[in-house]
């Protein structure tokens, strides 16, 4: 019995590595999808009203658009959402991840990785619980012997 508590504490260390690992993995493979290197957190500081193309599919003349402000290289820049919305997308004061180009700060593209982002935390969570458990065992195993 009590050598069952040594394995099963190696399994839970090993499968808390593998998710640990893993996590890692997603988060990476996340930041490698980005096409521009540069990454910043861009704050909405205005929603304007812009005039759309006159080719748009829309019945509506104008789109809602975000007014991003960012820094970028040491500068800050301010940048039109291009995204073709009506109502826009984004609250006034709302923070949004994005990546820009390093040499053009003003090329930008929003980033939506937030389910990336949460299956890489929960990953990490889920792998030191079961790392932690694993020590519970070991622990346990030892203790028959003290």
Known sequence: MSGNLWIKGAVLVVLGLIADIAGLIVKTYSAYRRPYEG??????VDIISVERDRNAESRYRNRQAAVFQYFAEGKLVKVV???????CPYKLGQRVRLCYDSENPEKYKVLREEKMRYRSIALNVIGVILIMAGVLMFLAYAMRYI
């Open 39 to 44: 990454y910043t957190e861009a704050k909405v």
């Open 81 to 87: 959402d291009s995204e073709d919305a009506y109502p």
